[in-house]
């Protein structure tokens, strides 16, 4: 006797809240979750195109991006992801996590730390608390919340709660953003 296999789609198990980290419109008829890693070069390639989505569908799609730092093979994503938060906590996340991403092969500490003064942000302060590990609950949560929606890689994408298994090319994500917008 042979069993049907059963076929799922992976939804996000932990829907977004007024503490995400968000760009675009609350309203937006389309929300796209990434679980990034700021040192992971395929999240850097969908970077690019994840802000054309949100400059050509300003009004359709608002952005939550949460963390997915995969340490074992990125030693600074941690660390990136935890100086990303302290700039959140000073109210400057997305100036932080582009920066991030637009100086993916910096992320060094030494890097890291002229990027924190490059924005302008104190970078004693974010070092102290990137040393501490003061934002690392709020990553590992992020984490903890990709593993149970069935994360297991980076970029992942979620459109209105849907893991996108397309690809993050401009036209896929354009395709993705527009099908759930008429859905």
């Known amino acids: 006797m042979t069993t049907p296999l059963q076929v799922t789609t992976a939804r996000l198990q932990l829907p977004v809240t007024a503490t995400d980290h968000a760009r675009g419109p609350a309203d937006a008829p389309v929300t796209l979750v990434e679980y990034g890693d700021f040192q992971c070069r395929f999240c850097g390639a969908a970077y690019t195109n994840l802000a054309e989505v949100l400059r050509q569908r300003v009004d359709t799609v608002r ?3 949460r963390h997915f730092p995969i340490a074992n093979v990125h ?24 920066w991030l ?6 992320l060094d ?5 002229l990027g924190v003064e490059q924005l302008g942000l ?9 040393a501490r590990q003061a934002h690392a609950d709020r990553v590992r949560q992020d984490f903890v919340g990709g593993i149970r929606s069935g994360v297991d890689g980076t970029p992942t994408l979620f ?25």
Not at 101 to 106: I, L, P
Not at 109 to 113: A, G
Not at 166 to 183: C, I, K, T
Request: charged share 25%; no cysteine; glycine share 6%.
């Open 159 to 183: 459109v209105n709660e849907v893991r996108h298994d397309g690809g993050y090319d401009l036209a896929d994500l354009l395709a993705a953003v527009d099908a759930a917008a008429n859905a």
């Open 63 to 65: 952005l939550v991006y």
């Open 101 to 106: 991403y637009e100086h993916q092969d910096q």
């Open 109 to 113: 500490p030494v890097h890291l730390s």
């Open 122 to 130: 104190p970078p004693d302060e974010v070092g102290a608390e990137v």
């Open 75 to 98: 030693p600074y994503a941690e660390s990136a992801a935890e100086t990303a938060e302290a700039a959140g906590r000073r109210g400057r996340f997305w100036e932080m996590h582009d």
